[in-house]
């Protein structure tokens, strides 16, 4: 009878490769996994710069804007300042009497031809408004 010659197998069996598949496959997917938050992370820090950018743009046109209202309040306050006072009340309408030589005078400078018919009128309208 003859032996049969055990046939050696050369590098792993099924099982090795298996395991090693696995591993290498673990490893693929733990530096994936990694690489991706790596990114992400980079992603998120960029946005925030962008957000402070943003923000550091937004307070330099309110400060624009203030400094501008500002500077119309100092105007108007100057303005007001240098303005001439409001005039005195119109003095209260003279008594009647006064009215009547008034009105005499201009009549007589109409006789005497120094106020023609339209000047006698205006002043006229004048003394009664």
Do not use: C, W
Request: aromatic letters at 2%; charged letters at 15%.
């Amino acid at each position: 009878m003859m032996r049969r010659r055990a046939v050696m197998r050369r590098g792993p069996g099924l099982i090795g490769t298996m395991a090693t598949a696995a591993v290498i496959g673990g490893t693929a997917a733990a530096a994936s996994g990694a690489v991706q938050g790596h990114q992400q992370a980079k992603a998120q820090e960029a946005a925030g710069e962008q957000a402070e950018q943003q923000q550091a743009y937004q307070n330099q046109a309110d400060m624009e804007a203030m400094k501008a209202q500002m500077a119309a309040m100092q105007a108007q306050q100057v303005q007001a300042a240098a303005a001439p006072p409001a005039p005195a009340p119109a003095p209260a309408a003279a008594p009647a009497p006064d009215l009547i030589s008034q009105l005499k005078q201009l009549s007589d400078l109409k006789a005497a031809g120094a106020l023609t018919d339209a000047e006698f009128e205006a002043a006229k309208a004048k003394l009664l408004a």
